[in-house]
Protein backbone atom coordinates (compact mmCIF):
# COMPACT_ATOMS: atom_id res chain seq x y z
CA UNK A 1 0.00 0.00 0.00
CA UNK A 2 1.44 3.50 -0.61
CA UNK A 3 2.15 5.71 1.83
CA UNK A 4 -0.49 8.35 2.58
CA UNK A 5 -0.27 12.37 1.73
CA UNK A 6 0.38 12.41 5.17
CA UNK A 7 2.74 9.89 5.77
CA UNK A 8 4.39 11.54 2.90
CA UNK A 9 4.68 15.20 3.89
CA UNK A 10 6.27 13.86 7.60
CA UNK A 11 8.61 12.13 5.19
CA UNK A 12 9.92 15.14 3.41
CA UNK A 13 10.02 16.81 6.74
CA UNK A 14 12.40 14.13 8.30
CA UNK A 15 14.34 14.29 5.02
CA UNK A 16 14.84 18.64 5.48
CA UNK A 17 15.40 17.41 9.04
CA UNK A 18 17.97 14.58 8.18
CA UNK A 19 19.82 17.59 5.62
CA UNK A 20 19.77 20.34 8.02
CA UNK A 21 21.94 18.12 9.86
CA UNK A 22 24.33 16.80 7.75
CA UNK A 23 25.07 20.18 6.91
CA UNK A 24 26.09 21.13 10.58
CA UNK A 25 27.90 17.44 10.70
CA UNK A 26 25.52 15.96 13.07
CA UNK A 27 25.79 12.46 11.21
CA UNK A 28 24.44 10.66 13.68
CA UNK A 29 21.21 12.78 13.81
CA UNK A 30 20.83 13.02 10.60
CA UNK A 31 21.01 8.99 9.97
CA UNK A 32 18.25 8.69 12.78
CA UNK A 33 15.87 11.63 10.23
CA UNK A 34 16.42 9.92 7.37
CA UNK A 35 15.90 6.63 9.31
CA UNK A 36 12.72 7.93 10.57
CA UNK A 37 11.66 8.86 6.48
CA UNK A 38 12.13 5.71 5.10
CA UNK A 39 9.52 4.27 7.96
CA UNK A 40 7.18 6.76 6.43
CA UNK A 41 8.21 6.20 3.05
CA UNK A 42 10.50 2.52 2.17
CA UNK A 43 10.27 2.93 -1.54
CA UNK A 44 12.36 6.73 -1.82
CA UNK A 45 15.44 6.11 -3.32
CA UNK A 46 17.09 9.69 -1.96
CA UNK A 47 16.71 8.77 1.63
CA UNK A 48 18.85 5.87 1.04
CA UNK A 49 21.51 7.78 -0.51
CA UNK A 50 20.88 10.44 1.85
CA UNK A 51 21.61 7.99 4.59
CA UNK A 52 24.62 6.33 3.39
CA UNK A 53 26.62 10.00 2.98
CA UNK A 54 26.15 9.76 6.15
CA UNK A 55 27.60 6.60 7.27
CA UNK A 56 30.22 7.36 4.40
CA UNK A 57 31.46 10.17 6.97
CA UNK A 58 31.07 7.76 9.77
CA UNK A 59 33.51 5.43 7.69
CA UNK A 60 30.74 2.85 8.20
CA UNK A 61 31.43 0.92 4.64
CA UNK A 62 28.83 -1.75 4.76
CA UNK A 63 26.04 0.24 5.53
CA UNK A 64 27.37 2.02 3.02
CA UNK A 65 26.90 -0.28 0.32
CA UNK A 66 23.84 -1.40 1.83
CA UNK A 67 22.02 1.77 1.57
CA UNK A 68 23.36 2.59 -2.06
CA UNK A 69 22.62 -1.33 -3.40
CA UNK A 70 19.10 -0.25 -2.28
CA UNK A 71 18.52 2.93 -3.60
CA UNK A 72 19.74 1.44 -7.19
CA UNK A 73 17.21 -1.60 -6.51
CA UNK A 74 14.44 1.58 -7.02
CA UNK A 75 16.59 3.28 -8.83
CA UNK A 76 18.73 1.71 -11.29
CA UNK A 77 19.88 5.37 -12.98
CA UNK A 78 20.95 7.04 -10.05
CA UNK A 79 24.13 8.79 -10.30
CA UNK A 80 25.03 9.25 -6.71
CA UNK A 81 23.81 5.57 -5.51
CA UNK A 82 26.33 3.85 -8.19
CA UNK A 83 28.92 6.81 -7.47
CA UNK A 84 28.19 6.06 -3.51
CA UNK A 85 28.85 2.12 -3.96
CA UNK A 86 31.94 2.37 -5.81
CA UNK A 87 33.49 4.31 -3.19
CA UNK A 88 32.72 1.84 -0.56
CA UNK A 89 33.51 -1.16 -3.12
CA UNK A 90 37.01 0.37 -3.45
CA UNK A 91 36.88 0.76 0.40
CA UNK A 92 36.47 -3.18 0.68
CA UNK A 93 40.03 -3.43 -1.84
CA UNK A 94 37.32 -5.11 -4.52
CA UNK A 95 38.48 -2.36 -6.93
CA UNK A 96 36.86 -3.88 -10.66
CA UNK A 97 33.60 -3.89 -9.09
CA UNK A 98 34.46 -0.55 -7.56
CA UNK A 99 35.22 1.00 -10.96
CA UNK A 100 32.46 -0.48 -12.80
CA UNK A 101 30.12 1.07 -10.34
CA UNK A 102 32.26 4.53 -10.34
CA UNK A 103 31.54 4.25 -14.49
CA UNK A 104 27.98 3.67 -14.40
CA UNK A 105 27.70 6.76 -12.30
CA UNK A 106 30.03 8.69 -14.98
CA UNK A 107 27.97 7.65 -17.58
CA UNK A 108 24.64 8.34 -16.38
CA UNK A 109 26.45 11.62 -14.90
CA UNK A 110 27.01 13.16 -18.11
CA UNK A 111 24.35 15.29 -19.56
CA UNK A 112 22.60 15.53 -16.22
CA UNK A 113 20.79 18.29 -14.45
CA UNK A 114 23.06 21.35 -13.80
CA UNK A 115 21.55 21.86 -10.54
CA UNK A 116 22.72 17.93 -9.87
CA UNK A 117 25.90 17.71 -11.68
CA UNK A 118 28.56 15.71 -10.09
CA UNK A 119 30.58 14.44 -12.83
CA UNK A 120 33.96 16.13 -11.87
CA UNK A 121 33.90 14.15 -8.62
CA UNK A 122 33.24 11.40 -10.01
CA UNK A 123 35.58 11.43 -12.38
CA UNK A 124 38.25 12.24 -9.55
CA UNK A 125 37.28 8.61 -7.73
CA UNK A 126 37.23 7.24 -10.81
CA UNK A 127 40.90 8.66 -12.17
CA UNK A 128 42.31 7.55 -8.89
CA UNK A 129 40.86 4.02 -8.72
CA UNK A 130 42.07 3.23 -12.60
CA UNK A 131 45.15 4.80 -11.74
CA UNK A 132 45.76 2.33 -9.41
CA UNK A 133 44.87 -0.18 -11.69
CA UNK A 134 47.08 0.50 -14.10
CA UNK A 135 50.30 0.68 -11.76
CA UNK A 136 49.23 -2.61 -10.62
CA UNK A 137 49.22 -4.08 -14.13
CA UNK A 138 51.98 -2.00 -15.77
CA UNK A 139 54.73 -2.94 -12.95
CA UNK A 140 53.31 -6.83 -13.89
CA UNK A 141 54.38 -6.45 -17.14
CA UNK A 142 57.30 -4.26 -17.06
CA UNK A 143 58.45 -7.75 -14.77
CA UNK A 144 57.24 -9.83 -17.42
CA UNK A 145 59.31 -7.58 -20.51
CA UNK A 146 62.26 -7.98 -18.12
CA UNK A 147 62.27 -11.61 -17.92
CA UNK A 148 61.33 -12.49 -20.84
CA UNK A 149 64.01 -10.04 -22.42
CA UNK A 150 66.68 -11.63 -20.10
CA UNK A 151 65.82 -14.91 -21.38
CA UNK A 152 66.23 -13.72 -24.80
CA UNK A 153 69.39 -12.23 -23.90
CA UNK A 154 70.75 -15.23 -22.73
CA UNK A 155 69.44 -17.59 -25.63
CA UNK A 156 71.24 -15.38 -27.84
CA UNK A 157 74.66 -15.55 -25.83
CA UNK A 158 74.28 -18.62 -25.47
CA UNK A 159 74.40 -19.56 -29.10
CA UNK A 160 76.75 -17.20 -30.18
CA UNK A 161 79.01 -18.96 -27.63
CA UNK A 162 78.81 -22.31 -29.02
CA UNK A 163 78.88 -20.77 -32.63
CA UNK A 164 75.61 -21.33 -34.10
CA UNK A 165 73.70 -18.06 -34.00
CA UNK A 166 73.00 -18.35 -37.47
CA UNK A 167 70.21 -21.42 -36.75
CA UNK A 168 68.84 -19.48 -33.99
CA UNK A 169 65.19 -19.38 -34.05
CA UNK A 170 63.06 -15.93 -34.62
CA UNK A 171 66.20 -14.47 -36.35
CA UNK A 172 67.24 -14.24 -39.98
CA UNK A 173 69.91 -16.87 -41.20
CA UNK A 174 72.48 -13.99 -41.87
CA UNK A 175 75.80 -14.91 -41.60
CA UNK A 176 77.05 -11.49 -41.95
CA UNK A 177 74.50 -9.84 -39.29
CA UNK A 178 76.90 -8.93 -36.52
CA UNK A 179 75.81 -10.32 -32.82
CA UNK A 180 75.41 -6.69 -30.85
CA UNK A 181 73.16 -6.00 -33.94
CA UNK A 182 70.49 -8.69 -33.19
CA UNK A 183 71.46 -7.10 -29.30
CA UNK A 184 70.22 -4.21 -30.46
CA UNK A 185 67.38 -5.50 -32.37
CA UNK A 186 65.92 -7.47 -29.63
CA UNK A 187 66.51 -4.12 -27.29
CA UNK A 188 64.17 -2.27 -29.75
CA UNK A 189 61.22 -4.72 -29.82
CA UNK A 190 61.11 -4.71 -25.98
CA UNK A 191 61.05 -1.11 -25.53
CA UNK A 192 58.60 -0.81 -28.65
CA UNK A 193 56.89 -3.02 -26.52
CA UNK A 194 56.87 -1.27 -23.69
CA UNK A 195 55.91 2.27 -24.93
CA UNK A 196 52.36 1.97 -24.02
CA UNK A 197 53.49 2.07 -20.51
CA UNK A 198 55.66 5.51 -20.15
CA UNK A 199 53.78 8.60 -20.03
CA UNK A 200 54.11 11.52 -22.72
CA UNK A 201 51.72 14.30 -24.01
CA UNK A 202 48.31 13.75 -24.00
CA UNK A 203 47.12 14.99 -27.46
CA UNK A 204 46.33 17.98 -27.89
CA UNK A 205 42.09 17.71 -29.18
CA UNK A 206 41.68 15.38 -26.45
CA UNK A 207 42.14 18.34 -24.05
CA UNK A 208 39.77 21.32 -23.09
CA UNK A 209 41.48 24.32 -24.42
CA UNK A 210 40.32 25.94 -21.53
CA UNK A 211 40.93 23.94 -18.16
CA UNK A 212 43.90 22.39 -20.62
CA UNK A 213 43.03 18.63 -18.81
CA UNK A 214 42.19 15.56 -20.58
CA UNK A 215 38.22 15.69 -21.61
CA UNK A 216 36.05 13.83 -19.30
CA UNK A 217 32.43 15.12 -20.43
CA UNK A 218 33.25 17.10 -23.58
CA UNK A 219 30.31 18.97 -25.26
CA UNK A 220 29.93 21.34 -28.24
CA UNK A 221 28.30 24.85 -28.34
CA UNK A 222 26.42 26.68 -30.62
CA UNK A 223 29.36 27.91 -32.01
CA UNK A 224 31.13 24.62 -33.03
CA UNK A 225 33.94 24.71 -30.14
CA UNK A 226 34.18 21.67 -27.95
CA UNK A 227 35.01 22.50 -24.22
CA UNK A 228 34.75 20.62 -20.61
CA UNK A 229 30.94 20.65 -19.66
CA UNK A 230 32.06 21.39 -16.21
CA UNK A 231 34.28 24.84 -16.90
CA UNK A 232 31.39 25.76 -19.59
CA UNK A 233 28.80 25.63 -16.32
CA UNK A 234 30.65 27.22 -13.76
CA UNK A 235 31.72 29.92 -16.63
CA UNK A 236 28.00 30.90 -16.89
CA UNK A 237 27.18 30.57 -13.48
CA UNK A 238 29.61 33.34 -12.71
CA UNK A 239 30.87 34.94 -15.95
CA UNK A 240 27.88 34.69 -18.43
CA UNK A 241 25.75 33.02 -21.32
CA UNK A 242 28.33 33.18 -23.89
CA UNK A 243 31.25 31.33 -26.05
CA UNK A 244 35.18 31.91 -23.65
CA UNK A 245 36.70 31.99 -26.96
CA UNK A 246 33.91 33.10 -29.73
CA UNK A 247 32.00 35.45 -27.18
CA UNK A 248 28.79 33.93 -28.65
CA UNK A 249 25.56 33.69 -26.76
CA UNK A 250 24.26 30.41 -25.80
CA UNK A 251 22.16 28.64 -23.41
CA UNK A 252 23.04 25.35 -21.54
CA UNK A 253 20.19 23.41 -23.23
CA UNK A 254 22.36 23.95 -26.54
CA UNK A 255 25.41 21.85 -25.08
CA UNK A 256 25.61 18.74 -27.02
CA UNK A 257 27.53 15.89 -26.25
CA UNK A 258 30.48 15.12 -28.68
CA UNK A 259 30.52 11.70 -28.74
CA UNK A 260 33.64 11.30 -30.86
CA UNK A 261 35.83 13.11 -28.68
CA UNK A 262 34.17 11.12 -25.63
CA UNK A 263 35.08 7.80 -27.88
CA UNK A 264 38.53 9.30 -28.78
CA UNK A 265 39.64 9.93 -25.08
CA UNK A 266 38.01 6.36 -24.05
CA UNK A 267 39.71 5.15 -26.28
CA UNK A 268 43.66 6.68 -25.25
CA UNK A 269 42.45 5.99 -21.55
CA UNK A 270 42.47 2.82 -22.48
CA UNK A 271 45.40 2.18 -23.96
CA UNK A 272 47.48 4.67 -21.73
CA UNK A 273 46.11 4.60 -18.00
CA UNK A 274 48.87 6.69 -16.81
CA UNK A 275 46.98 9.30 -18.66
CA UNK A 276 44.46 8.92 -15.18
CA UNK A 277 47.42 10.75 -13.17
CA UNK A 278 45.67 13.60 -11.11
CA UNK A 279 48.74 16.21 -10.53
Not at 145 to 173: R, T
Not at 214 to 238: C, N, W
Not at 272 to 278: D, E
Request: glycine fraction near 6%; hydrophobic fraction near 35%.
Amino acid sequence: MPPNPAEVKQAELLRNDGNNYFKKSRFGAAIDAYTQAITFCPNIPVYYTNRALCHLKRNEWERVEEDSRRAIQLDSKSVKAHYILGLALLQKQELPKGIKELEKALNLGRGADPQGYMVEEIWQALARAKYKEWEHASSQRSWDLQNLKEACVSALKEKQYLGDISESEGFVDDATTPYLKRLEAIERVFNKAAEDDIPAEIPGHLCCRITLDIFHDPVITPSGLTYERAMLLDHLQKVGGFDPITREQFDPSQLVPNLAIKEAVHEFLDKHGWAYKID
